[in-house]
């Protein structure tokens, strides 16, 4: 494997503010002017400096509350980091949270060329590969339906099969291992391996240690924010274990 | 090989036929849901047409000549700055799901709304220019000013875009404040008002409305067939450029905590 960063992260820290007030409006603030506003910190993550090489399988472990969605979103780039923390992406990435990115006042064909669109494809390329994309989401008989009446299982299968054709460098999957019937996430793990986990930079979050264990090259396990350990699996899945 | 540069070629590649393909589909939900299709997007400046004519015309009747062609003109710039503008408010909210797990840029989701609104501009002027003909006014060389004009609305409507939605993730009742800013603007502007009335009663209009301006040029140019005034169209460039950057710095500090924020 060579040994190309992908991905750093160094100094990354991020403190989310809640306040007890709502100060969400230009009225409260007017009204709350002369008021203390007592503002709680959280500190989601805590100092965390680490490296992924390209082509690796990352898998990212924790209780919940430990930080893994923050840490993804970091590192994806929807969140940004407190001042002095930096992230640094070798080539785009993606994001993928299955059934989001769709406008559910639009077709399945159009959502399939909105998203394919965001996810990088050229439209010549969506036009090539739309057949294959509704084949493998088995949603055929469905491509002019909005996708506001889609089930919630229907949408996820959709979102799937538009994700394997992405054109990203490195993609974060966040549990999107539960997709659709057990027939179909077959299919869709098999699909996955090919497409993203043999040759790109993946980073999967996931609460099923099997799903960690059978993929992932190395792991990182948070715990209350901080970068408890980053290395081999197995014993990132023995320390996770031991965590009370 | 930098990570801003890599990522910036990637999606380069496709942007504009992204935007295209996001401002057609737009437009698409907007007209073609409903029965009516199209027609809608006439009709709603046809009623306010209608109300303006009967109010201004037939009981205040004021001399103006031309006066529902005067007020059309009017009201379809009107109508593409109170789409592009307060239309707009929410905008990050409503696409969030286009930027927040991919790297797609907020500004292309914005260009995308502000085509679509143009496409429904460019039929409205249309309609003007049918009307024109048929009211056996000559449309002339001067219409070669009109590019001009418009792209300076449409960079004017992109600043406050730019600005109103990203004060929306702020102060979320910016919903409510806004309309009432509008209304001054409409009123201030002359949309069924006389150019000369406002321009003689209120020193500074055109600093103060851009609207004034954008409006009173686009009838010169159409309408009357004779050059802008120079000095409007600059201060309205000047409007618009200090719009778009105050728009792009607000997008790049509040904005970029937008998925945050929302």
């Known amino acids: 494997m060579n040994k190309e960063i992908s991905l750093q992260l160094s100094n990354v820290n991020k403190t989310f503010r809640t306040s ?115 084949e493998f989401s088995e949603l055929e008989d469905f491509k002019d339906t909005k996708i506001k009446y889609f089930s919630s299982g229907m949408i996820q299968r959709l979102s799937f099969s538009i994700a394997i054709f992405a054109k990203a460098d490195i993609i974060f999957l966040d549990e999107v291992f539960a997709v659709g019937d057990d027939k179909f996430r077959k299919k869709a793990t098999e699909a996955l391996k090919q497409n993203w986990l043999r040759n790109r930079t993946s980073i999967i979050v996931s609460h099923s240690i099997g799903t960690i264990k059978e993929h992932c090259d190395r792991t990182v396990l948070l715990h209350k924010g901080e970068l408890k350990f980053f290395g081999d699996t197995e014993k990132a899945i023995a320390l996770y274990q031991e965590l009370e | 090989m930098g990570s801003n540069a890599a990522s910036a070629q990637l999606t380069r590649k496709n942007r504009w036929e992204r935007i295209w393909l996001l401002a057609k589909i737009e437009f698409k939900l907007r007209y073609y849901e409903n029965r009516l299709g199209l027609l809608w997007a006439l009709l709603k400046p046809l009623i ?131 309309p009432l800013i509008s209304q001054f603007l409409m009123w201030l502007s002359p949309i069924f008002l006389g150019f000369e009335a406002l321009k003689n009663n209120i020193p500074f209009i055109s600093f103060l409305n851009p609207l004034f301006g954008y409006i009173s040029s686009f009838r010169d140019v159409v309408m009357y067939n004779t050059s802008p005034d120079f000095t409007i169209v600059l201060i309205n460039f000047i409007h618009a450029i200090i719009a778009l950057c105050f728009g792009l710095f607000l997008l790049r500090t509040i904005g970029k905590r937008a998925s945050e924020l929302l």
């Open chain 1, 20 to 134: 007890s007030k709502s100060f969400s409006t230009l009225r409260d603030r007017l009204i709350n002017f002369y008021k203390k506003n007592d503002v709680k910190t959280i500190k989601a993550l805590k100092d965390i400096n680490l490296e992924i090489y390209s082509g690796e399988t990352i898998g990212v472990i924790g209780r919940n509350g430990s930080g893994k969605s923050t840490l993804t979103k970091i590192m994806s780039g929807t969140f940004i980091p407190d001042r002095g923390g930096q992230v640094t992406k070798n080539g785009t990435s993606l994001l993928l949270n299955l059934g989001v990115g769709f406008s559910h006042e639009l077709s399945a064909r159009e959502n399939i060329y909105v998203n394919g669109s965001t996810l990088g494809l050229r439209i010549s390329e969506i036009d090539e590969l739309f057949d294959e994309i509704l």
């Open chain 2, 48 to 178: 306010q047409l209608v109300i303006y004519f009967i109010a201004f015309k037939i009981v205040m009747r004021n001399n103006i000549e031309n006066f529902a062609i005067y007020l059309f003109a009017g009201i379809i710039i009107w109508q593409f700055f109170s789409e592009t503008t307060g239309g707009l408010i929410n905008i990050l909210k409503t696409k969030k799901y286009l930027y927040e797990y991919s790297n797609m840029s907020k500004i292309e989701i914005y260009l995308a709304s502000l085509i679509s609104a143009t496409l429904g501009f460019g039929f409205n002027f249309l309609i003007l220019i049918i009307f024109l003909i048929a009211g056996g006014i000559d449309i002339g060389w001067n219409l070669f000013y009109f590019p001009f004009i418009f792209i300076s609305l449409f960079i004017f409507c992109f600043g406050i875009a730019l600005i109103l939605s990203n004060l929306y993730l702020m102060v979320k009742d910016i919903n409510q404040f806004w």
